[in-house]
Nanobody, 134 residues
Framework: QVQLVESGGGLVQPGGSLRLSCAAS????????IGWFRQAPGKEREGVSC????????VYADSVKGRFTVSRDVTENTVYLQMNNLKPEDTADYYC???????????????????????????WGQGTQVTVSS
């Protein structure tokens, strides 16, 4: 059974940093993509970043490029999202997701360009809340 568990959220001041973790189980991390998404109250889910865990290829939304870094540790079956220089507009619930039926490259393309299409299927964590406020 595929399971994703996010952790690492919290309250941080603008300009601060957080590192989110997505612990995966029930599948081989090194064969699929893991996406990071966020959803603020009243807004649609947005794709933030995605990593192909087989070769480490990464993609980012324009809004986080240069500030967020996604990485994976296949030995720990965990994907990380390092978030630096956080802004109030980064406040949201953050989720990691995957879909074992899609190729890693296709999943990452959809994660950034059409994230809501991925909400129909796949697997999702329960989310972790990030609040950026002074």
């Amino acid at each position: 059974q595929v399971q994703l568990v996010e952790s690492g959220g919290g309250l941080v001041q603008p300009g601060g940093s957080l590192r989110l973790s997505c612990a995966a189980s029930g599948f081989t991390l090194g064969r699929h993509a893991i996406g990071w998404f966020r959803q603020a109250p009243g807004k649609e889910r947005e794709g933030v970043s995605c990593i192909s865990t087989s070769d480490g290829t990464t993609v980012y939304a324009d809004s986080v490029k240069g500030r967020f870094t996604v990485s994976r540790d296949v030995t720990e079956n965990t994907v990380y999202l390092q978030m630096n220089n956080l802004k109030p507009e980064d406040t949201a619930d953050y989720y990691c997701g995957t879909d074992l039926e899609l190729s890693a490259s296709y999943y990452c393309i959809l994660a950034i360009s059409a994230p809501t299409t991925l909400m129909v299927g796949g697997s999702w964590g329960q989310g972790t809340q990030v609040t950026v406020s002074s």
